[in-house]
């Protein structure tokens, strides 16, 4: 039964570390530094998140994904840019969970944080993607905000109740994925009618004035 709740949080903080690595470290970090909650003995690996320069980094970098992360296509680019870094977080995070178990029980839940984190990552760069072929800059806003305020209530419920946080993690990746065809779909017929309005010849009979 722990070694079901340390792989319940190794992996809510992997899917979350793929939607916001910086903002999941840096909370994370912050919650443990000031006590706002107490690490169980099997947790005591995670101390090292409270470290005020891993706060610090962290908080600067979050800094930067807040801004880049509501920009149309800049966001875009980050999310590519992350397309590692974030499954290597989510990685590490789950193994630093963990603390100093078996070899191979290390090697395994690494495979599946990273997939996990590369999952949760994938479906935010195909939705900030989405978003990207509407010109108002409203809807990246709205979506950052939204993904923060995730990140934070999922790191509560990780704290709250850890299988709880990984099976709704897990329902809202596979929504995803079912979804996945039609935003696909969508983002394809989007750019094929800019594209035809870019390549359709200027009408060259109207008069220049």
């Not at 909650?37 to 908080?59: C, D, F, K």
Request: with cysteine; glycine share 8%; hydrophobic share 50%.
């Amino acid at each position: 039964m722990e070694k079901l709740h340390l792989l319940s949080v190794a992996l809510g903080l992997a899917a979350l570390a793929g939607v916001n690595l910086y903002l999941t470290v840096f909370a994370t970090g912050l919650a443990i530094h000031f006590h706002w909650i107490t690490l169980g003995p099997q947790y005591q690996s995670l101390e090292v998140l409270g470290n005020p320069w891993i706060i610090g980094i962290a908080g600067v970098l979050y800094l930067l994904e807040f801004f880049a992360d509501k920009v149309p296509w800049v966001d875009s680019i980050w999310d590519a840019v992350h397309t590692v870094i974030r499954p290597i977080g989510g990685a590490l995070l789950a193994i630093q969970v963990l603390g100093h178990p078996s070899p191979a029980f290390t090697v395994i839940v690494a495979l599946l944080a990273g997939g996990t984190s590369l999952l949760a990552h994938t479906a935010k760069a195909a939705t900030r993607l989405a978003s990207n072929t509407s010109p108002e800059p409203l809807t990246n806003i709205g979506l950052s905000l939204g993904e923060d305020a995730a990140v934070l209530g999922g790191l509560t419920l990780v704290n709250l109740s850890p299988l709880l946080a990984l099976i709704i993690f897990l329902i809202c990746i596979g929504a995803f994925w079912y979804f996945a065809r039609r935003i696909l779909r969508s983002i394809k017929s989007k750019i094929g009618s800019t594209r035809k309005k870019l390549e359709k010849p200027a009408d060259r009979n109207v008069s220049v004035q």
